[in-house]
């Protein structure tokens, strides 16, 4: 259970992203870096571990598999899913503003796979940010005297090829976008997504801006007109802050409406103050940690910050069950892990930020229990990283 927020309509920036990750806090993972996607085996390796030997819960890339800052081999920014059966992501960027997000679809088990799979078993959901962010990521000097493409023609056939398979992944939402200049050599941010489940075209309080529809079920977003300063609200022509969490895009959790007013409240707020990138991840980190009592399973759909639970290990998410996670049964502590804010100027003179801290942990001596880190506890193991979005003459001219 993962919720995730974007704005591309802030006058000052081109893309704003505030995101939580909620999984099992035993689940190895890597904390972000620059890299170009090594496997779980390599990561393992080069932690003196085995394949089948136990890696840090959380755990940080070697240098050997990492850098500080991008460069042509180690191209993308994220965290990685260190479990064997992993390797995927679910939020990531690569050093020329291409970028995705992935949540899973809250649901009792996937349905069997379709009679045209390609496969017995489903596919890994982390895979496709992966594949998104390691083909946009790996684009260089050897696609020297190929046509370029466009950034819509990227994104477009990247959803079409995704969306021929998306019934061989357990249920998904996928954000994929890109980052480029305009004629007045500002960013701006083109943003696709993806599902494999139904939508709920009766919701009337949610508008869903769609600027074009794919085949395949893809679809590229309408939410990058830039708004006038001090504008809030929602438009007639769209939502400025879009939430996704564990249901689709027009079928929103409560904690994706009352984030959403909560992002567009908080940017305005700082918009009005003068701060700067890192004024504005404050108060949406602040905006993150909103949390409020968990009684039953349902109560999880209105809280942003995802107090720690005890859940079964394989019902808690079909994934377990499904991508041969090969977890055993029985309970595991399950909460929010991380925050993370992401921020794009739309000057390209100025550097993108992010910032990934941690929420919830396992501490040796807690017995086990896990741990709400305070606000400065969380700044100072947090992992930020500034970069200039180099375009590399990408596009077609």
């Not at 109560?299 to 995802?306: G, M, Y």
């Not at 925050?339 to 550097?351: G, H, N, Q, S, Y």
Request: net charge negative.
């Amino acid at each position: 259970m993962c919720v995730i927020f974007t704005l591309t309509s802030h006058p000052d920036y081109a893309l704003i992203i505030a995101a939580n990750r909620d999984e099992f806090l035993k689940r190895p993972s890597a904390k972000a870096a620059w890299h170009s996607f090594p496997t779980p085996s390599v990561i393992a390796l080069e932690h003196g571990a085995s394949w089948q030997e136990s890696l840090p819960f959380a755990l940080s890339l070697p240098e050997s598999l990492s850098a500080t800052a991008p460069s042509a081999t180690q191209p993308i920014l994220s965290g990685i899913d260190a479990y064997p059966s992993g390797g995927g992501t679910w939020l990531g960027i690569t050093s020329s503003g291409s970028f995705s997000v992935l949540t899973n679809f809250t649901e009792t088990a996937p349905p069997p796979l379709p009679p045209s799979a390609s496969r017995d078993t489903y596919r890994s959901r982390g895979a496709l940010p992966r594949g998104w962010l390691k083909e946009e990521g790996m684009i260089s000097a050897s696609d020297a005297g190929k046509p370029k493409k466009t950034h819509s023609e990227r994104l477009e056939e990247f959803l079409e090829a995704a969306g021929t398979q998306r019934m061989e992944y357990p249920g998904f939402n996928l954000f994929v976008g890109t980052i480029d200049a305009g004629s007045d050599n500002k960013l701006f941010a083109t943003l696709g997504y993806l599902t494999n489940r139904d939508i709920s075209s009766e919701n009337v309080e949610r508008r869903q801006p769609i600027f074009k529809q794919l085949a395949h079920g893809g679809k590229i977003l309408d939410t990058s007109r830039p708004r006038q300063a001090g504008q809030a609200g929602n438009s007639a022509q769209g939502c400025l802050a879009c939430g996704l969490s564990n249901s689709t895009l027009d079928d929103p959790w409560g904690k994706v409406l009352s984030g959403e007013k909560a992002m567009e409240e908080a940017v305005s707020a700082s918009e009005e103050k003068g701060d700067s990138a890192e004024g504005i991840a404050e108060s949406l980190f602040a905006m993150l940690r909103t949390s409020q009592s968990i009684q039953t399973r349902a109560d999880v759909q209105d809280s942003i910050c995802v107090p720690p639970l005890r859940l079964p290990v394989k019902s808690a998410t079909s994934a377990a069950a499904t991508d041969g996670d090969g977890h055993s049964a029985g309970l595991s502590w399950y909460a929010t892990r991380i925050a993370t804010v992401l921020i794009v100027p739309r000057d390209p003179t100025k550097e993108a930020t992010w910032i990934e801290r941690d929420v919830h942990v396992l501490l040796e001596g807690t017995g086990d229990k896990p741990v709400l880190l305070s606000i400065e506890q969380a700044k100072t193991s947090q992992r930020m990283y500034t970069w200039a979005i180099s375009l590399r003459s990408r596009d077609a001219a």
